[in-house]
Structure formats: C-alpha cells, structure tokens
C-alpha cells in the first residue's frame, strides 16, 4: 500500500512536469493543458493516501520537518511570484509596473511550482509521520530527503538541462512546422516549411558548400593533424617552440582568422600580387572572388585555424602508446611509416573519434569564419546553413524558414552524434 | 674475420650526429611549416604599422619603411561602425564587462555542479547530466530564438546582462564536464574522512575541494575567458550596436561597405582583438594546452 501510493505519487509529479514542458514547447492542446493540473491532483490523492496510512499529520521532531517547512516556504515564494504578475497587485503596486513583463513570464512556471512544491511539502510531511525513527528509507524519502544540499546545487544544472536546452530544442522543432513569419504563432501547417526550404536555390547552395567544407575539413585536418604530431614525436627539440606556434591560431577567433585571411587572399595587395611581382604576369589566385573557389578559400583558413588543435589531441594519443611497441617494431625490422599507419593509427582510434566528433560538431557550426571573410559572397556562393538560419530569423523575418533550417541542422548533429554515442557508453555498459 | 672487426668496434650506443639528414628532413619540414603558421600574424603585424600610400605600392610581406602608430591610435579611438566613430575601446570595455561576470558566474555555478555530481550522486543526476552534455552538441542555431524571446519577456533581450546570463547557460555543460572530471580524480578516502568529521555539503566543498583544485579552476579561466572573448554569434544576436563586444565591433568596422578601406587600421583592429586570447596563450602556455585538451577529449 504505502510502496504503490509512493509510486503513484513520484510518477504523477514526474509525468506533469513532462506534461507542463510540452504545453511551455507550444503543443497548447486541450488535453496537455489539463494534464499537469489532473496529474498533481492525483499525487496529491496518493500523498492523502500515505497521510491515512500515517494515522494523522504530525509535524515530527526528526528532519523532516525542517524539509517540510523548506518547502512550504518555497511554495510561498512561488505563490509570491505568482501574485505579482496578477493584475490586481500590480495595479495596487505601481513600482512592479516596470517589471510587469518579467513576472508575467514567471506566471504559469510560478503556478506550476507553487502547487508541485506544496504538493512536496505534503509528502514529506505524510513520510515524516509514517517513519519518525526513519527505520526504512522509502522511495519519497530518497527523493526529496536524502542528500537535500547536493540536489538543491544541481538546480542551475537541472534547469539549463531542461528548462534552457530541452524546452528550447523543442519548441524550435514544433515552430518548424508552423507558418511563423514575423512572429512565431502556433498554427501546425506540417511539412511546409520543409518543402519550401529544399526547394530554395540559397539553402541547397549551403548544403553543398557545408558538404565540401565538412568532407575536406575532416579529411585534411585529420592529416595534417597526425602528420604534424608524428613530427612533433620524434623527440626533436624545441618542441615548445613548436607547439607554440602551431597552436597560436586557436586562440584567435574565427572573426581575426577570417579578416586575416581575407586581408593575405586579396588579390589586389596579396598573394596573388606577390607571384604576379616575382614574374608570372598572368598568375591569378583570387579564390575569396571566384564562386567556384571561394568555399576552399575559407577551408584554407579554418584549417589554418584549428589544425594545431588536432595535432595536440593527437600528440597527446601518441604519447599514451607503450613505447615497447615502438622496440618490438624496431626489432621485427618494420619500417617507421608502416609502423604509424598499420600499428599506431589502429591503436589510436578513441583518439580518432573524439578527434572526429570534435570536428564535426565545429563544422556544422561554422559561421562566423563566412561572415568575417566573405560575408556569404560573391553572391551566395559561400554561404553556410548557420548563416541561413540567422538571416532568415534576424534579418528576413521569416522565422519559420529559419526554425526548419536550423532543425535540419540538429538533424544533421544527431546523425553524427548517435552513432557515436552508441558506440562511446552503449557499449561500454554491455561489455 | 669480419665479424671480429665488427665486435671490436666501439661499445654502447652510435653518436647521434646534429646534421643527419633525417635531422634536416625533420626540422626543415617543421621550420617550413612553422613559417606557414607565422606568416598571417607576421603579415598582420606589418601591415598595421604602415601607412596607406605604402600599403598600396609595396608587397604585404615587406616590412615597413617608415614605421607609424597611427592605424593602432586611428582603429583605437576613432575607427567607425555605424554612426559610431569611437573606435575600438568601446567593443574593448564592452567586452571586458561581458567577459568578467560570465566567466565568474559561469564558474562558481559548474564548479558546484560537477562537486556534486562527483561526490553527492543522487538518483537522476545522470539524466540531467546527459541531457546537458548532449546540449553541448545541439547547434546554438536551434535554440537561440526562444532564449531571444525568454531575454525579450524579462527585459534584458541586448541588454550585457542578458548576454552574460547566455554565456553561463551555454559555457555549462562543458565546465561542468571538466569540473566533475578533476573532482571525481580526487581520492574517495579525502572526501570519506571529511564526511566522517561531520563536514556537511559546503564545508566540503569549501575547505577541502577549492583550496584543492586550484589548476583546474585555471583551466576553467582560461577556456571560458578566451572562448567568451572569441564569440561573435551569441553578441550579435543578443546586444544592440551599443553594446556590441568586441568581435563584432571589429567585424562591422572591417566589412563596412562604406567609406574608402584602411587596410592598416583594418589589422591593427584586427591584432587589438586577437591581444587578449593570445596574451592568456602565451602567459598560460601548457595549461591553455591542458585546458582544451581536458575541454574536448573526454567531450
């Protein structure tokens, strides 16, 4: 009896809390709306349920009491909050006046809370009495009793976990298929958005340009990466020096990186001048003005970039192999580069992947090298799906476009972050 | 016979010589590439200490013949963006009031966070942390708008501190991740004993944990301040041209469409904003190292 009604309890809580997100996502239907508010009404059941099997409400001496009035007063500053944003209040209360905006934000959160915190309140108070020599930890117990301060802690974590970055991916995805223009609105007009998405020249010149930057990114910083760091391993000296210099770039963000390399590929004052000056008249190297190159010229200076961070990741890979490996190589007389590429780079493969995901995740980001260094020009030649979405959500007010490309763009993450995620815990667990 | 000669011939390791040619090979290859690396830096450098007229008649690797200041003072105080032409100290203090809040705020709330999921696990702790590690990969394209209206609603939408409260939010899973990493390689038995002298959550973490993690709190500085100074996305979208850091400022200045370009200021505006993430590279050295390394290899 008190194990079901526990249950019933913590999963009635848990389920309007899931119920309350979707309604924040913008699935305003009947029937989620309703739900938080039926599911808390059913805790609050089981919690009289428990207060039954007590035999009364006594605010016992142990601690739980102090839980229970922690709590109550947390339903209080939510019931506070809750008020300020009521007409009536601020009307008596001119000074909220200029705040007005903030609490009415707060509003349905602040109501929520309010009602899931007395709800605890409650709880803890029914437990309290059932167990006042705290005999048998119950389930109500390890939830909102056990290591109270580390839980409280983790707030900030919890609520940029779900309230920042799960209710905003989702309510991002539901507004893609909505006929948002200006404003976001509800209206469901399914696949819409999408269709007219891939049907637009600007989007599929982005995709492409994404897919060569990302294949030769991957491809060349990979390389370069392990090539340097092979060098770097050779016990040379100055390595520091060395270090130091390749990895200077990633401290400069892509704003400096693109500028700088805008400035070196102009081709009236820079490399394509100096070759011109040293004889071959009819050089041309103008890759940030001709379309079909443009895309290689930025590849140029993200590789210029982030190389050095590779090759760290990389160096770092190497100097974790035995170096007994290296002797028995030696030994077998097998020759120093197939000895990297048939024993080191297999070993090497947790390296590889991190290196790889790490990468990838950057790629489909990449956005502000395009704008520091072409602007998305000539034409639309460089352009990058993030660079999509932010001109379609800031500057051409077409939100819904905006919401479907930067989905297709989570899309493309998931694609590459599953798998791997598999294969990184869901593996370890079973092995 | 032969073999003899060869035993008898001298003991121990062969004598490295400098100039082998494998030496040549190998340094040659690393010089050439160092080179590469140094050039933009080099040509930057250049640049922005000459004056126009030479800017326009020589080559952008020679070094300049006459040295000037001005482009540095120019981008500094004057440079516009905009209606604005108050150079680059305006993007410079902007960004220093960003920088500083959101790397302390963002530390002080991950550095809890990962002490608590290190030693106080508790049942459902895991979930949140997966979903905020899984946040890291989420591109910001897909949650921007709705942190924009979120800003907008409590009034703080291209106001600093709205953008300090995006840096925290965005800067968590990362320095949570490092956090809770170095906390869970400090021996269990410390924290043990602690508990057994009646420490309580707080205690803990203030009298054993801080004075503890010194370097990592480094760490923590170093990837926060250059990666928060380095952000150009998040300022753009969330401040207003006043409130512009500095990356942004530099952009606009830069890519401006009017006016005749100043290639020297250009550069020189360029280095101003590179300064600070390459002063903390270089002073930092291996800890910078370190810091993007434990940042992204257990990511």
Known sequence: MRELAERGYLWC???????????????????????????????????????????????????????????????????????????????????????????????????????????????????????????????????????MSAKVAAVPMAFTAIGVFVISTGWTIYHS??????????????????????????????????????????????????????????????????????????????????????????????????????????????????????????????????????????????????????????????????????????????????????????????????????????????????????????????????????????????????????????????? | MVDAAIMDGPRGPKPKKTLSRRNIMLYGTLIVIAVYYLIPLYVMVMTSLKGMPEIRLGNIFAPPVEITFEPWVKAWWEACTGLNCDGLSRGFWNSVQITVPSVLVSIAIASVNGYALANWRFKGANLFFTILIFGAFIPYQVMIYPLVIMLREMGLYTKLFGLVIVHSIFGMPILTLLFRNYFTSIPEELFKAARVDGAGFWGIYFRIMLPMSLPIFVVAVILQVTGIWNDFLFGVIYTKPDNYPMTVQLNNIVNSVQGVKEYNVNMAATILTGLVPLTIYFVSGRLFVRGIAAGAVKG
């Not at chain 1, 007590?54 to 339903?75: C, D, P, T």
């Not at chain 1, 200029?98 to 934000?105: A, D």
């Not at chain 1, 602040?110 to 309290?128: D, E």
């Not at chain 1, 790629?363 to 352009?383: M, R």
């Open chain 1, 177 to 431: 298929f909505t006929n948002s223009k200006l404003l976001p609105k509800s209206q469901f007009i399914g696949l819409d958005q999408y269709e007219r998405l891939w049907s637009t020249n600007r989007w599929l010149v982005s995709i492409e340009n994404l897919a060569i930057y990302g294949i030769c990114m991957l491809i060349f910083s990979l390389v370069i990466g392990f090539v340097l760091a092979a060098l770097m391993d050779q016990k040379i000296r100055f390595e520091s020096v060395f270090r130091t210099i390749f990895l200077y770039p990633f401290a400069l963000s892509f704003i400096v990186t693109g500028l700088v390399w805008q400035w070196l590929l102009t081709p009236e004052f820079g490399v394509q001048k100096i070759v011109r000056d040293l004889g071959f008249e009819n050089f041309t190297f103008d890759p940030l003005f001709n379309a079909d190159w443009v895309i290689y010229g930025i590849l140029f200076a993200a590789l210029w970039q982030g190389t050095g961070f590779v090759m760290v990741l990389m160096l770092a890979g190497l100097r974790g192999i035995d170096q007994e490996i290296w002797k028995a190589a030696r030994v077998d007389g097998i020759p120093m580069w197939k000895t990297y590429i048939f024993i080191v780079i297999p070993m090497m493969r947790p390296v590889f992947v991190t290196a790889l995901v790490i990468i990838a995740a950057g790629i489909i980001k990449v956005y502000d090298l395009v704008v520091a260094q072409t602007s998305g020009g000539p034409g639309i030649a460089s352009e990058v799906p993030a660079k999509y979405v932010y001109d379609l959500m800031f500057g051409g007010q077409n939100l819904g476009q905006g919401f479907a490309a930067s989905t297709m763009m989570l899309v493309s993450v998931l694609v590459v972050l599953i798998p791997w995620a598999y294969l990184e815990f869901g593996g370890r667990k079973r092995g």
């Open chain 1, 13 to 147: 809580i848990a389920l309007a809390f899931v119920a309350f997100v979707l309604v924040t996502i913008g699935l305003d239907y009947a029937v989620l709306v309703t739900a938080p508010w039926v599911l808390l009404a059913l805790a609050g059941i089981a919690a009289v349920l428990l207060i039954v099997e007590a035999r009364g409400v006594a605010l016992a001496a142990n601690r739980f009491k102090w839980y229970a009035i922690g709590w109550v007063v947390a339903a209080v500053v939510a019931m506070g909050l809750w008020a300020l944003a009521q007409k009536d209040v601020q009307a008596a209360w001119p000074a909220l006046k200029s705040f007005r905006k903030m609490w009415n934000v707060f509003e349905p959160f602040a109501l929520f809370a309010a009602a899931l915190f007395v709800l605890i309140a409650i709880g803890i108070l029914a437990i309290g009495t059932l167990d006042k020599g705290m005999h048998q930890p119950g389930r109500l117990e390890r939830t909102f009793a056990v290591n």
